[in-house]
């Protein structure tokens, strides 16, 4: 697992992690919290091992209500893993 950054939500962006990522790693997993990209973005890894999760189902501690892109990028991916 690991935090890569962000990155704009075209297919142009998509394509080219997928194939860095490809060239590095034998196995890839993708997921993402729903929102406002919708499923474009899971259309475009639908030859990728990709699932959406909605956010309600992800789980917090109580007293963490700061959201940070980071943060939440992390713990979704190790509950994801």
């Keep these: 697992m690991r935090y890569l950054g962000e990155f704009e939500n075209t297919a142009p962006a998509t394509r080219k992690l997928v194939s860095r990522l490809t060239e590095k790693y034998d196995h890839l997993h993708f997921c993402y919290e729903a929102g406002p990209t919708g499923y474009g973005l899971y259309r475009q890894l639908q030859d990728q091992?990709?699932?959406?999760?909605?956010?309600?189902?992800?789980?917090?501690?109580?007293?963490?209500?700061i959201k940070t892109n980071r943060r939440d990028a992390v713990s979704l991916a190790a509950y994801f893993h």
């Design 49 to 65: 091992d990709c699932a959406v999760v909605a956010p309600s189902l992800i789980p917090k501690r109580s007293g963490e209500r």
